[in-house]
Each structure stands twice: as C-alpha cells, then as structure tokens.
C-alpha cells in the first residue's frame, strides 16, 4: 500500500486530526510505518487514531514533536511554513509533503477513482467505497467524514483499487491519477483561492485532460458549468444522470444524483478492470445503496432534546447545500424547523453573501453564530451579523448569537416536541447539536 509506493517507513504528520489527514496517517499504519503527528485540540478522528497505535501530541506544535529520524513531514493545507514543526523538518533536511502531495504519490501506484465537485463528494465516495466493499473488491478508501457504515474515515484494502475523494481547494485534486474521475457538480466556492468561477472551471478542465484515454469521466454532461470543462477530455463521458433512481435511506434529491453517480462509477470501473459481472450487477450496486448509511456531519441524526424536538447536524456550508439540506428537512418536519448556522470563512461568507442570504427561506428560526475562520484573519469587513440581516431582509428570521452557550440556551428555551433543530457549517457548530440532543 503506501509505503510500497514510496518507501518510507517513518512520517510525521503536523494536523495529525484533519479528516484527511487522519486518515492518511492511518493508510501509513496500516502498512507498518511508524507514524507519529501532532494538533492543536482534540476532535472525532483522535478516537481512530489511537485505535491504530498513532503516537498525537496535542496543544501547542513544537519543534521537539518531530522526530529526528522521520523520512516525512506531511503536513495539512492549513500548517504554514513557518510552523515550528516544519521549520525543524527543514533544518533537519527531511523533505515535505503536502497532504495532497502524499495522497498523489499514494494514487499514482493504484488504479484510482476520484470524486471532485462543489457538493456531495463526500457521500459520494462514502457510496461507491460501499458497492466496491459489498462486491469483496476491497478497495482502500479515503474519505472526507466518518463512514457510518465502516466507523472511519479509512478503510484498508487488498486490492489496487483506490477510491479517494478529491478536493479543487488550491488545485490539490491536480495531484492525482485517476483511471475514474466523477463531478458530481461545479459552482463557485474555495473564493480565497479561486478569483472568479472561470479560475475554478480551468483547474477541472486541467483535471480532465489527465483521465487517460481508456479510462472514464462520470459527470453531467447537460449542465453547462460542467459541459465546459469536459471539451478537452480524451476519456469518454459517461452522463450519471441517466442512471436508474435508486432506493436510499438518505433522504432529499441530491442524495439520489449522488447515488446516480457512485452507480454509475462502479459500472465505468468494472468495465475497465473487466470485473465479473456479478460482482458489479445493477442488483449488487442497488442492494449496496440501498443499505448506505451516510457519513458523519451530513443530515446526522443526533437524538432528541429534553423537549422532545429532533436535533439533526450536517456539513453543509455552501448555499447550494444549506437550501437542498433545508429543503430535505422541511419534507420531514411538520412543527418550527430552527437553523444554526456556522459560516465557514470570511471569504466564502462575503462572496456568496447574497446566495447565502436567501438559502434559510424555508427555515422558521435561524441563528447564525461567529464565523469560522479557519485559514483566515478577520479584517473586519464581514460578521455573522452582517449575515443575519441580510437574511432577515429576505423572508426568514435571523439573528447573530455570539457564544455556543447562548445559542444552546435559546434554543432550549423555544424548541418544543414535533419541532427540528438543524445546526449546520464546516467549523464546529456540531457542538452545538451535540449539547442539545444530550440535554437531560
């Protein structure tokens, strides 16, 4: 697996607990490698990495962290290079990985399907890592969350198959070899990187013109934003769209176009690897959708408050995602549907700011808490404030709620039973849904 690709026995991960991260780390455990890394807080993924022996230093990164007889630092997206960590990797001569970086090294020795686009990539991969597994193909797969289905976000395989989901974010998804590639969709995100929708659209048409001529490009072809990127394609295209409609446990339309897709996939992979055709039969790939449990952060059912209202939590932190989930929910919700949002970046929340404005019309009661900075600084140009009236000029109720705590506290003081709480974003608002459904 990945120390036969690229023969190193000992790594050091500095953002050890980043989901992909975690799961790389994992991928190099598995396969012997003395791992080592650290974070800066606890969160779900340490759980799967204790599980695998992994040596994590939470709190403050250190120069001293890092091994001195480390063949690799593999670092996440969001460390600099002035990490003391990576400065230490520097002084001591050992090279340097970007998580992508590594993860391409990891493709280019596999048989690789990847999964890019906008929305939906995460369940997705969730999906096909589903059909393949069910069919005994044993793929290795790295995922963007928790696979309810296998309890990581990892899962070892036999086989060279690899199924990994693909990120545009700083043209990472270019380090990979897919002999697959699957868009589920394309509109404009990652805005701190990507200056207009055209910048985005060009790195995808790049990605593209790697797939080889033998292998395949699982997309919608009659979406115009997509069509534009596929011109250039030596591979041919294959329009999921025209799949059969599958039965899911999932709810909401665009769980059905990301089930479409995975179908699609798997069909696209077994003709290429000439796979038995029992093994990937449209019966095999529908009994495995059709049990797919979902992954960690999207539409999660948490449990119930002391009052009786469902707490449900999910990734969702573009427009396009918050109305589809929203709209998802209002079908299964007869009392007030009350949304927590988390903005994630204070880029993506001033660009899209309009598009984020009218995505809460179907919701009752929507609180927006401080917005997730992540990578970035607060320059003082956008708030969760700005956010909440701009939303609140357009239909639904919203206000800005400064603390976890207080939006905990509003919340219990309103839900009542037959009503739903949905808190939603990419940072940590889970918490939030988290304190409710444990609510005694």
Avoid at 48 to 67: C, D, F, R
Avoid at 142 to 148: E, F
Avoid at 301 to 310: I, L, M, N, R
Avoid at 352 to 370: C, G, K, Q, Y
Wanted: net charge negative; hydrophobic share 40%.
């Amino acid at each position: 697996m990945a120390s036969k690709n690229i023969f190193m026995k000992k790594v050091h991960f500095v953002g050890i607990g980043g989901i992909g991260m975690s799961a790389l780390a994992q991928m190099f455990a598995q396969e012997g490698a003395r791992v080592s890394g650290s974070d800066l807080e606890e969160n779900k993924t340490m759980e799967l990495l204790t599980a695998k022996g992994i040596a994590v230093t939470i709190g403050k990164q250190k120069a001293e962290n890092v091994p001195e007889d480390s063949e690799a630092v593999v670092y996440s997206g969001a460390v600099p290079k002035e990490n003391p960590e990576r400065a230490r990797a520097t002084e001591l001569g050992i090279p340097q990985f970007s998580y992508f970086q590594m993860l391409g090294n990891v493709s280019a020795g596999k048989h690789t399907i990847a999964v890019a686009g906008t929305h939906g990539k995460t369940t997705t991969t969730g999906m096909i890592a589903k059909v393949f597994i069910d069919a005994g193909m044993s793929p290795t797969v790295v995922v963007g969350s928790i696979m309810r289905d296998f309890g990581s976000n990892f899962v070892a395989g036999e086989s060279d198959l690899f199924v990994v989901e693909a990120c545009e974010y700083r043209d990472h998804l270019l380090e990979l070899s897919p002999e697959v590639l699957v868009i589920t969709n394309l509109e404009w995100d990652h805005t701190d990187y990507f200056s207009s929708f055209e910048a985005l659209q060009e790195t995808f048409r790049k990605v593209v013109a790697k797939v080889p001529e033998y292998g395949a490009i699982v997309a919608n072809p009659g979406d115009p934003s997509v069509a534009a990127v596929l011109a250039g394609a030596a591979a041919r295209v294959i329009d999921y769209t025209k799949e059969q409609p599958y039965e899911l446990l999932l709810p909401g339309e665009f769980n059905q176009l990301n089930a479409r897709a995975a179908g699609a996939a798997a069909r696209a992979y077994g003709g290429l690897r000439k796979s038995p055709i029992e093994m990937l039969s449209d019966t095999a790939i529908a009994t495995a959708l059709a049990s797919f449990k979902g992954t960690w952060r999207r539409f999660e059912y948490k449990g119930k408050t002391k009052g009786g209202a469902e707490v449900y939590d999910d990734y969702a932190h573009h427009p396009t995602e918050i109305r589809e989930t929203l709209s998802a929910l209002r079908e299964k919700t007869k009392g007030k549907m009350f949304v927590v949002f988390q903005p994630h970046l204070f880029s993506r929340t001033r660009d899209l700011l309009n598009d984020f404005a009218s995505a809460f019309t179907v919701a009752d009661d929507v609180i927006i808490a401080p917005i997730y900075a992540a990578r970035e600084r607060d320059d003082g140009t956008i708030s969760n404030r700005t956010l909440a009236a701009r939303i609140s000029a357009r239909q639904a109720y919203a206000q800005a709620i400064s603390s976890f705590e207080d939006i905990t506290e509003y919340i219990k003081m309103r839900a009542r039973g037959g009503d739903t709480i949905m808190t939603m974003g990419a940072g940590d608002i889970y918490k939030v849904a988290d304190l409710l459904a444990r609510e005694k």
